[in-house]
């Protein structure tokens, strides 16, 4: 609430500082570059030095090994990125990147488009195509441009970030910008020997999960850490976020994301983590670098069930009476 209030008191005079600051994001992720790993040769000029995704899970031998500089790769090379959803100015722009006023007022020739961690792609493409004017064919284009990309997905590859564009961007143009992000900030530090842990399907899946169920960075760990406890015993996931993708796919709904209601646990789709074991098939939205880091680098934990208070605390517990009586505890029921 009181970001909201901040934000309107301050519209007119952080809209140029805005226009500016997605204009230096876009322009660093635009620029022409090769890369090379942080183990390989000195860079040459135009060239730049990706230092791999640490890995702490080994997904085909149930292995979990924290890796101490987990936290030193989220803050060396992600959250001081310019297009970090962690950014302030990244979070405002999201807000006013949806109004006309704000759109004319940053530049009359462009438009600034933002992709919020956690979005499903139709939420995407509605945004993106409502800020560009694209008409239905348009934004068909433009999802079967990145659908058809690899890897073989149909979510997860609208990689969030801040972008500028101008005004009459095409399907195609927007598609490459995009996909160049991707390929900078995901697919350049997944080298075979991260895949040969994690395969990157299965690293965008969790990491999706993570966007709609933790917060902050090390929440996202330990949600994490649970979500590989329950997978290597072949538990079911069960997952409130998942009935909402579920939900939010139906045509007739008017939210992306529905409430869930207890009814919902038997809904028949292989995006039901209640009723099928393992991932679901596809990422349910868009993970960003840091829901990617906390799905390949989980804390390590005993616990198999997990919940939010209304606060936002998490809680944690080893076994479902213990999850029970906590639920109990803070809220006065529990089943």
């Known amino acids: 609430m009181f970001l909201k209030r901040f934000l309107i ?32 040769s000195t860079p040459t000029e135009n060239q730049e030095v990706i230092t791999p995704f640490p890995v702490s899970v080994n997904a085909f ?3 979990i090994e924290e890796d101490p500089v987990t936290e030193k790769y989220f803050y060396d090379n992600l959250a001081q990125a310019p297009n970090s959803a962690d950014k302030w100015w990244n979070k405002i722009a999201e807000v006013f990147s949806k109004h006309e006023w ?16 956690g979005e499903r792609k139709e939420e ?23 659908d058809d990309d690899l890897p073989a997905m149909t979510e997860g590859k ?8 101008h005004r009459g961007a095409t399907p195609q143009e927007i598609h490459q910008l995009i996909s160049a ?8 530090r997944y080298t075979p020997a991260v895949a040969a842990k994690v395969p990157l399907e299965d690293a965008l899946i969790i990491a999706s999960l993570l966007e709609r169920e933790a917060s902050d960075f090390t929440n996202m760990r330990e949600v994490s850490g649970v979500i590989w406890n329950r997978l290597f015993i072949k538990m079911p ?39 099928n074991n ?30 939010h208070d209304k606060d936002g605390n998490y809680h944690c517990s080893k076994t479902y009476e213990e999850h029970v009586s906590k639920i109990k505890a803070i809220y006065g029921r529990g089943s």
């Open 9 to 40: 008191r301050s519209a007119y005079g952080l809209v140029l500082l805005l226009g500016i600051g997605a204009t230096l994001s876009v322009g660093l992720i635009l620029q022409s570059k090769t890369y090379v790993f942080s183990n390989a």
């Open 61 to 63: 031998t149930k292995v």
């Open 102 to 117: 704000y759109q004319n007022l940053a530049s009359p020739v462009s438009r600034i488009l933002v992709i919020w961690p």
């Open 124 to 146: 995407v493409i509605k945004n993106l195509g409502d800020i560009l004017g694209w008409n239905q064919d348009e934004r068909l284009e433009f999802q079967q441009l990145t």
């Open 158 to 165: 609208y990689f969030p970030s801040q972008y500028v564009a």
């Open 181 to 188: 992000s991707f390929e900078t900030e995901v697919l350049s």
């Open 237 to 275: 996931l069960q997952l409130d976020a998942t009935l909402q993708y579920v939900k939010g796919s139906d045509t007739k709904e008017t939210k992306w994301w529905p409430v869930v209601k207890p009814s919902d646990k038997f809904l028949d789709s292989e995006y039901n983590t209640y009723q």
């Open 278 to 307: 393992g991932l679901p098939p596809t990422p349910i939205a868009e993970p960003s670098s840091e829901a990617i880091l906390a799905a390949l680098n989980p804390i390590i934990t005993d616990c198999l069930y997990y919940f």
